[in-house]
């Protein structure tokens, strides 16, 4: 089965415990390097005009940096996790969690996109809690992304982590790259899908879940 970067990086992680006790904070594979972001901000401030040693700035380098640590948690863990307790089950009907929400930073602007995730998977006797999902979707959003490679990237997880017959992703969100910079339409939404096995090869499955997510609204 194929295991992730993220899984073999904190597996490195792990050995290294108790070898590098005073390993500098920058060691690869590290948790977020705070003070590296601190210098950045300051920089950015400093370039756009600013003084980053006013009142009102003093403390933004270490708030921002503590932000981005919490932006970008998923980048130091591995979501496979989340999968990999599940329950057999000869159930083999349709599970649809709807209305995931979920906040990510788009990689190419470094700002936020906001919006829900919509899953839904036929198991083959693997079947996860809930709330499972919503702790991979959180992780995955959780790290600089686009909106179409995270919508992959959770329907592959589900395949290779549940062997699933059949996963259907899908994601809308609002980009602030394109509400407060460059075209600004502020209520433009960004829908992406990943359909998988079944919801791909069969199109009444396929609309089946359609119906499911976007069923209820006008
Ligand atoms: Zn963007």
Do not use: W
Not at 30 to 45: C, G, Q
Not at 115 to 141: N, Q, T
Not at 193 to 214: C, D, H, P, T, W
């Amino acid at each position: 089965m194929k295991s992730p970067k993220s899984a073999s990086r904190s597996a490195d992680r792990g050995s290294l415990v108790g070898e590098l006790d005073d390993a500098p904070s920058t060691s690869k594979g590290d948790a977020v390097d705070l003070p590296r972001i601190e210098r950045a901000v300051r920089e950015i401030l400093a370039a756009v005009g600013e003084d980053p040693d006013r009142e009102g700035l003093r403390e933004t380098p270490a708030r921002v940096a503590r932000m981005y640590r919490e932006l970008f948690s998923g980048l130091h863990s591995d979501p496979c996790v989340h999968l990999e307790k599940f329950f057999t089950e000869k159930y083999d009907e349709m599970v649809l969690v709807k209305d995931i929400a979920f906040n990510s930073m788009c990689e190419h602007h470094m700002l936020p996109f906001i919006g829900k995730a919509h899953i839904g998977y036929i198991p083959s006797g693997k079947v996860v809690g809930l709330s499972k999902l919503a702790r991979v979707v959180e992780e995955v959003s959780h790290r600089p992304q686009v909106q179409e490679r995270m919508t992959e990237e959770i329907a592959n997880l589900l395949i290779e982590e549940l062997q699933v017959k059949g996963v259907a992703v899908v994601i809308e969100a609002s980009h602030s790259c394109m509400s407060i910079r460059g075209v600004r339409k502020p209520e433009s939404v960004c829908v992406t899908s990943a359909m998988k096995g079944i919801f791909r090869s069969n199109l009444s499955s396929r609309s089946e879940v359609m119906q499911l997510i976007y069923g209820d609204r006008g």
